[in-house]
């Protein structure tokens, strides 16, 4: 349970989570969930994070998963430790977890090319 200061801190780090632009995309992904690879559609991505549809009625759970981001389409990609943020319908978001500094700048190298 939040207390009162780490509230106000979750509201203050969300809001400003929302205020970074989202790019639409349609980018394949893995979800990798208890060593497991599911493949996945993109449909939004921010430096942030990214929100995917759901491949079927599969949980996530609320830990820790990696999220392989392509960054050239069929030969380079980066593993992305990820938490869900939300899951509606068929759709779940996540925010990026202390990315490297490489990872960072290349997710902002994505977010500007779409």
């Excluded at 009162?4 to 992904?29: I, P």
């Excluded at 491949?55 to 960054?71: A, N, Q």
């Excluded at 992305?80 to 990026?96: D, I, L, N, Q, S």
Aim: net charge neutral.
């Amino acid at each position: 349970m939040w207390d009162k200061v780490g509230e106000e801190a979750r509201r203050s780090w969300m809001r400003e989570r929302r205020r970074v632009g989202r790019t639409v995309v349609d980018m394949s992904v893995r979800k990798h969930i208890n060593g497991d690879a599911y493949c996945c559609r993109a449909c939004e991505i921010s430096p942030t994070g990214i929100r995917l549809e759901k491949p079927f009625s599969m949980d996530s759970g609320t830990s820790l998963i990696d999220i392989e981001v392509p960054l050239v389409e069929g030969r380079l990609t980066t593993s992305v430790p990820a938490r869900k943020v939300w899951c509606e319908g068929g759709f779940e978001a996540f925010e990026f977890v202390d990315p490297s500094f490489a990872q960072q700048a290349m997710l902002e190298r994505i977010f500007g090319n779409f």
